[in-house]
């Protein structure tokens, strides 16, 4: 499966590295690190030389309890950095995005891909994301950002995730998003406990009948350190174990902070289920 994103080509037949390029003040692992154009550059470029095979933009933080940004805030982070990594860089860039406004400018600044953890539910985000004509990541969250941990329940925690990003699916081919341009994310970590997100990644082949792919983001979240009673800078090996897992199990994009780490691990994987 080969994903066209702005012209540039994401093969989804080798599991994909997503770098994470958050330019933001608060984000939980890597906030504030990259708010000056020339180093998030240096810091993509880094990544791409490491193995990305596309770059995540993100302008707002998505943590627990983080608060929410403006639209004209949100914009003057993340557009220039969207343009430059577009003219510079090989790999997609994707823009992790809710809003309609920031899809379509991103859109215009050559961004291939919409990352959205709303799922495109927010006024006039579907309508946005089917003009620009990208392929969509379609993610599940119980709740908002600013409550979604607080008491998250589920009665069967697979089924009602595959149930909503089933119907989210539907409404986006109807809206004239093509299934082969949408890939689903089960959204570790948003609305859900340790126990839910476990159930999730020994369940996650039941997720590959829905799109184009499956995108995972669990590098460096809160799980990890739960199992591990570990703080963010110390959860690689558990996080590896976690997508080894993810990418048997059917994922075919994994999105990562530690990117060299991550692509040799996936390599390994990828060997050894090519073996034979």
């Known amino acids: ?17 997503m770098g994470v390029l958050n330019v933001t003040p608060d984000s939980f692992s890597d906030g ?24 995540d933009v993100g302008g707002e933080s998505t943590r627990p309890g983080a608060p929410p940004v403006s639209v004209q805030e949100e914009l003057d982070r993340v557009l220039p ?16 995005t809710s809003k309609p406004e920031i899809i379509r400018e991103a859109a215009r600044a050559g961004a291939g891909l919409i990352n959205d953890v709303r799922a495109l539910r927010l006024s006039g985000a579907l309508q946005a994301a089917a003009a620009s004509g990208l392929p969509v990541c379609l993610m599940h969250m119980q709740g908002e950002p600013g409550t979604m941990q607080q008491q998250p329940t589920y009665a069967d925690v697979v089924a009602e995730v595959h149930a909503f990003l089933a119907e989210r699916v539907r409404v986006c081919e109807s809206a004239g998003i093509p299934r082969n341009r949408l890939l689903v994310d089960p ?80 390599c390994v994987c990828a060997a050894a289920r090519a073996a034979g």
Request: hydrophobic share 50%.
């Open 187 to 266: 959204g570790f970590g948003f609305g859900k406990t340790l126990d839910h997100n476990l159930l999730l990644l020994r369940h996650l082949d039941r997720f590959t009948d829905l799109a184009a792919g499956v995108l995972v983001g669990i590098s460096r979240k809160s799980m990890i350190g739960a199992l591990l009673n570990a703080p963010v800078g110390e959860r690689l090996a558990g996080g590896l174990a976690a997508t080894v897992i993810a990418f048997w199990q059917g994922a075919s994009i994994i999105r990562a902070h530690d990117v060299r780490e991550t692509a040799q691990a996936l």
């Open 81 to 96: 950095v969207v343009e430059r990594l577009a003219r510079e860089l090989p790999v997609p860039i994707s823009v992790d």
């Open 1 to 17: 499966m080969r994903l066209d994103c702005a012209g540039k080509v994401l093969d989804l037949s080798q599991p994909a590295v």
């Open 32 to 55: 504030g690190r990259y708010l000056q154009l020339d180093a998030a550059l240096r810091r993509a470029e880094t990544m791409v030389e490491e193995g990305a095979a596309l770059i």
